[in-house]
């Protein structure tokens, strides 16, 4: 199944705009002391756009079927002989 990239609502790029860092709410370091390696402690991100990570800038996605985990084959145990090979009339 195919379905639209959520990160990047089907777009393939990603891009985010300028303004406070919102990583680091504007403070520049994280909350354990390092220097925030988005706006690399200037407290301002600075606008970008490049192409999404998630879908390789497809912006769409291949998600496994959930019945056949993408193998194309599903295996049920036929309801006439219950998987066992012999057919019974009751």
């Known amino acids: 199944m195919v379905v639209s990239c959520r990160k990047c609502s089907g777009k393939g790029t990603y891009a985010q705009k ?3 860092c919102g990583r680091c709410e504007a403070k520049g370091i994280l909350a354990d002391g390092t ?3 988005r706006c690399k402690g200037h407290k301002v991100q600075i606008a970008f756009s ?6 390789a800038g497809t912006g769409s996605l291949t998600v496994p079927c959930k019945r056949c985990g993408g193998s194309l084959q ?3 145990d036929c309801p006439n002989c ?3 090979g012999i057919f019974r009339r009751e």
Not at 50 to 55: E, V, Y
């Open 18 to 20: 300028a303004g406070p």
């Open 35 to 37: 220097k925030c390696p």
């Open 50 to 55: 490049s192409p999404c990570a998630k879908c």
């Open 74 to 76: 599903y295996q049920a």
């Open 82 to 84: 219950k998987g066992t």
